[in-house]
């Protein structure tokens, strides 16, 4: 990390391992349109979880009742409905807020959750975030793609966003922009893919102590290369054990995490696509070339 803080992915060197051809990925990975990313598809991607969000100011009026219009709107899409305790505020706490549920107040709005069917999408919300979710499933599924979760995300939450300022009569305001990919990489253990980030990828990855039951890694930076306005993290965690030819072999999760400020000045939508770049070119750093044409590379 630089003296400013800035992210200095080129400090990881790209992977130069060889990756088992039996990498058994499903789908296809599109990136967004008009940037940098648009260029990078896999046939075969490693991904296995995407989470877009908008994080709002919150709206302390807004109850779920205001938003009852969406669960017939969304019902044949989005069948299933679930209402849980709300997440905790995503921004700062505030030292001085001290809030008592107490009889004749009002009820925290709760976090709403609307899935398919088959489980691989949802959306998820409440008064101070608008998420939408996608997980590839037991059954061989295409992962859409960025553009397309995007596309869903935004007009998903221009129907929340109209129901919210009828009811509170202020349009939501968007704060933050995040974007969470999470990846498997087959026949990887997450304490030799630490070894190769560690050395730079040098050589022949190799843990030096005995193999640990779980192995974790987090490199986090708050402000990207492509941008001053983009946290980015890095993370490998132990995925257990999966049969390869008949072997058993550890595997690992690569997650790559980015934050957008959406100041004043910014547009959230343009943000959205500017984390995009910024996972995008974490993922290539943190990757070889060998890796990706395992998983199927198209220009």
Request: aromatic content about 8%.
């Amino acid at each position: 990390m630089g003296q400013s803080g800035r992210a200095n992915l080129s400090g990881l060197h790209p992977w130069h391992i060889t990756v088992c051809s039996e990498l058994r990925l499903l789908g296809s990975l599109e990136r967004g349109g008009g940037h940098m990313s648009s260029s990078l598809r896999f046939e075969r991607p490693p991904v296995r979880e995407v989470t877009l969000a908008l994080m709002l100011q919150p709206m302390p009026k807004l109850q779920t009742l205001d938003l009852a219009p969406l669960r017939v709107d969304w019902r044949q899409t989005y069948p299933l409905l679930q209402e849980v305790t709300p997440l905790s505020p995503w921004g700062p706490p505030d030292r001085d807020d001290v809030e008592l549920v107490r009889s004749g107040v009002s009820w925290p709005m709760p976090l709403c959750t609307f899935s398919t069917d088959s489980g691989d999408k949802n959306i998820r919300f409440q008064q101070d975030r608008f998420l939408l979710s996608w997980t590839f499933g037991d059954e061989a599924q295409n992962y859409p793609g960025f553009d397309a979760l995007k596309s869903e995300l935004l007009e998903k939450f221009s129907q929340y966003s109209k129901l919210a300022q009828d009811a509170s009569g202020a349009a939501p305001v968007v704060r933050r922009a995040d974007i969470q990919y999470v990846n498997h990489l087959s026949g990887i253990s997450a304490q030799n893919a630490m070894a190769g980030v560690l050395n730079g990828w040098t050589g022949p990855a190799s843990f030096p102590s005995r193999t640990p039951d779980y192995c974790g890694f987090r490199v986090h930076y708050h402000e990207s290369e492509l941008s001053s306005q983009v946290a980015v993290l890095v993370g490998l965690d132990s995925a257990g054990e999966e049969s390869i030819e008949g072997e058993l072999v550890q595997s690992s999760a690569l997650s790559l995490d980015a934050e957008a400020v959406v100041d004043e000045s910014a547009n959230y939508v343009e943000m959205l696509e500017v984390a995009h770049d910024v996972l995008t070119e974490a993922f290539l750093e943190v990757t070889s070339d060998l890796m990706r044409a395992g998983w199927g590379e198209t220009s």
